[in-house]
């Protein structure tokens, strides 16, 4: 196949670019290009937007031996991800921006764009699995690694996308990547992990939405009630500060009654209220989740596993599908899930798909 | 550790960007590469040191005669870009020192970075008033508001710099005019000749011009070594102290094999100047003939007559050129999207703009730039991709 491998500048994406031409394919390397300014977008060594991650990536793309090319996707990314996520972010609901980006961008933009040109796939340095099933359907499958599985970012793939896509790195453990990369004389080998929002330069999500949304209306302070009482705890300067199950930097200068800490419950954006409590007011096992896209054929109802967060646990689930519409019932209750991430759906370690969680709530509660 | 790659144009390169780099002359590829065994600074005093000053001399003279300068006119610099920001910075400096008043820079809006990023440190740091003039359709200088811009205050221009020849669209600019406005005000003017030594006729002494950038690499020279031309009686503050060297206006080691190595390129290319031009003139003129022929809606930016022989910027409407640079260089054809990249995003080309093109229409172009070692073969080439790749990147444009 002609493949388009997306190099970020890291370690993962140039293994991945790597074992692509091992595989036999014809090997064109991009960089995306998703700042108009990139001093502006994480600097040193851990973004994936910055000027010496583009180099790295041209030199990964060098000792490999591809061709290598910059595509500027900075003004879709910025429509369909950053503007996303400060709406999202407006609107009380805490989004993963990096779910959006391989939904909108990398498997889209960047997929048409390569199809368009003649090439077959992209090639990421995602870890997850590819497997073509008996009938032909292409199925996700989490990666050999768990603890370094991203198939939770990629459960908004379509069929479509997902023929369209190549993961070289599922099979394999990260610290064998590491290994990988440094006998192939990849210099990224030694680079670290990139963690952070990669259009916020400094980790500092609040600070870089109080400076996006500004004053923003409805969403420029507010109250910080307590959840059984009603009592106004405290002020905040924007709800954007908050997601839901957050604990640190609520500032509350009375002590709860009980003595233990107190987590975010709910944010009301509109007016602007910030609802904590205690640790066991989180504890949910109903969601209601929309947006649903399907790796394959929708599922209709039934029993399976549910991944709320990246990296988080699994829950079993009952899951029944009603056209966009998801609900979701936990058999065993999670804590902290907030407005806006996204609920993955397995089937053992098979993706079947992802929808948008929009509200939560506690049936063991209310029983 | 890894096997250099080829870096010279192949057998199987079409390589279709000479005003990016053009290969080395083989003269000016033998006599650096003999220079290079030899030893001697050419600043010694001993006999090493009085053989390589005489290379040096005698280089200086030879590009002295082919510009039609005095040797003593001739600084060497470490390339185009040193050699734009020495005069632009030395020019204002010392202008800037002797009369505080002169303040202002007038510069065309299409010069190249090396110049305008100079102007624009210039006015950040050294509270220089740069004045970016307009062009027109075409690339062409807007005299009229030159000739405005300097009458609206004579005594606060301190220089004047517009560059020979466009190094993106070709189009050659009416430097004689730009130093007759100038010069009834005593106004230096500067131009940045880069593109055009070698490729159209240069003379600096009956240009009137009082600095000129040339750089070896461009006209089959080695990388890394160029000069100012500066009349004798301009004083120039310099940017680089040291052991004063070049005039004590440029302090460096001289680099004596690429300096004769320049000045072997810069005497072959000024002799074989009207040959070449004309050559490059019918292949150019093939090259935006059949191209336009297989893609009908394709067009030429820049202006068609005052327009360097080897330069054909092509406009390919609903086409991303970086698509198209790609899908050709896949093929074997090297050409440019002729903007600069910063940080390797493609910023639409401020030369355009300036042309009145919109930042679509800046996007959808590639220049293809012919030299001493394109063949007629290399055109059909051209002309048999062009079509398929054109037709290809607009297809994924409309996906």
């Known amino acids: 196949m002609k493949v388009v491998a997306a190099m970020s500048g890291g370690v993962d994406s140039a293994v991945a670019a790597a074992r692509a031409v091992d595989a ?3 090997v064109t390397g991009i960089h995306l290009a998703l700042s108009r300014n990139p001093a ?12 010496e991650d583009a180099n790295d990536a041209r030199r990964a793309a060098d000792v490999i031996g591809i061709p290598f090319y910059v595509w500027d996707l900075s003004e879709r990314f910025h429509e369909d991800v950053v503007e996303d996520f400060m709406d999202e972010y407006a ?4 989004p993963n921006p990096c779910l959006r980006c391989n939904e909108k961008i990398k498997f889209a933009a960047v997929l048409d764009r390569a199809l368009g040109l003649g090439f077959d796939a992209v090639a990421t340095g995602h870890y997850a699995q590819l497997r073509t099933a008996d009938d032909g359907l292409v199925e996700l499958h989490r990666a050999v690694d768990h603890g370094k599985d991203q198939s939770y970012v990629l459960g908004v793939l379509t069929q479509d996308q997902l023929r369209g896509s190549v993961f070289p790195l599922g099979d394999t453990a990260k610290a064998e990547i590491r290994v990988e990369a440094a006998a192939r004389g990849l210099l ?3 680079k670290p992990d990139s963690h952070d ?18 004053e923003r209306a409805p969403n420029h302070g507010g109250a910080i009630v307590d959840g059984e009482s009603g009592e106004e705890l405290g002020r905040h300067e924007g709800t954007y500060g908050f997601t839901i199950g957050q604990r640190r930097g609520l500032r509350l200068g009375t002590p709860a009654a009980d003595g233990k800490p107190r987590f975010v419950l709910d944010i009301e954006p509109v007016s602007g209220t910030v609802t904590v409590g205690p640790r066991e007011a989180l504890t949910i096992d109903r969601i209601d989740a929309d947006r649903s896209r399907w790796c394959g054929p929708a599922p209709t109802s039934y029993t399976g596993g549910v991944q709320l967060r990246a990296h988080g646990a699994e829950h079993a689930a009952r899951v029944s599908v009603a056209g966009d519409a998801v609900s979701i019932e936990l058999l065993d209750p999670a804590q902290g899930i907030a407005p806006g991430q996204a609920a993955v759906m397995y089937d053992g370690t098979r993706v079947l ?11 063991g509660a209310d029983a | 550790m890894h096997d250099a790659p080829e870096t010279l144009p192949t057998e199987q390169t079409v390589y279709l960007d000479h005003a990016a780099t053009t290969p080395m002359l083989p003269a000016a590829l033998e006599v650096m590469t003999t220079h290079l065994r030899d030893v001697g600074n050419p600043s010694s005093l001993h006999a090493s040191g009085r053989a390589a000053r005489r290379i040096v001399e005698e280089s200086r003279e030879t590009i002295a005669q082919a510009l039609n300068c005095r040797p003593g006119e001739v600084v060497f610099t ?9 005069a632009l910075k030395g020019l204002y400096w010392a202008r800037h020192d002797a009369d505080p008043a002169r303040v202002r820079i007038l510069a065309s809006a299409v010069e190249h970075h090396a110049v305008l990023d100079a102007l624009h440190w210039l006015a950040a740091e050294e509270h220089a008033v740069v004045e970016l003039l307009p062009v027109d359709v075409h690339g062409r200088l807007d005299l009229d508001a030159l000739r405005a811009s300097v009458a609206r205050d004579p005594a606060t221009v301190a220089l004047v710099s517009v560059m020979w020849a466009n190094n993106e669209v070709g189009t050659v600019q009416p ?21 055009a030594v070698g490729a159209i006729p240069v003379d600096f002494a009956a240009s009137g011009v009082d600095a000129l950038t040339l750089t070896g690499h461009k006209l089959g020279g080695p990388y890394g070594v160029g000069a100012l031309i500066v009349r004798r009686e301009l004083s120039l503050t310099p940017l680089l102290h040291g052991g004063g060297q070049e005039r004590d206006i440029r302090s460096g080691t001289l680099d004596m094999p690429a300096i004769a190595g320049f000045a072997a390129a810069v005497e072959h290319a000024v002799k074989v100047q009207p040959e070449y031009a004309e050559r490059m003139t019918a292949l150019r003129d093939d090259l935006v003939r059949r191209v336009i022929g297989v893609v009908p809606d394709a067009h030429l930016h820049g202006d068609a007559v005052e327009r360097l022989p080897g330069n054909a910027h092509l406009g390919f409407p609903d086409c991303e050129g970086d698509s198209l640079l790609m899908l050709l260089d896949a093929r074997g054809i090297e050409c440019s999207t002729g903007s600069a990249c910063s940080a390797g995003v493609p910023q639409p080309s401020h030369v355009l703009l300036a042309m009145g093109c919109d930042e679509e229409g800046a996007r959808h172009s590639l220049r293809f730039t012919l030299g001493r070692t394109t063949t007629g073969a290399d055109i059909d080439e051209l002309v048999e991709a062009i079509g398929p790749c054109v037709e290809r990147a607009r297809g994924a444009r409309e996906r």
């Open chain 2, 175 to 195: 430097i004689e005019d730009v130093v007759a406005v100038a010069t009834e005000h005593g106004i230096p003017v500067h131009t940045d000749a880069v593109q």
């Open chain 1, 40 to 51: 502006s977008y994480r600097s040193g060594a851990r973004g994936c937007c910055t000027l």
């Open chain 1, 24 to 26: 036999g394919h014809d």
């Open chain 1, 353 to 363: 798909g992802s929808a948008t969680i929009v509200a939560t709530s506690r049936i």
């Open chain 1, 197 to 214: 929002i990669c259009f916020v330069s400094d980790g500092d999500n609040a600070g870089w939405l109080r400076e996006k949304l500004g």
């Open chain 1, 188 to 190: 990224v080998a030694e």
């Open chain 1, 91 to 94: 609107a009380g609901r805490t």
């Open chain 2, 78 to 86: 470490s390339g185009g870009t040193e050699a734009d920001n020495l």
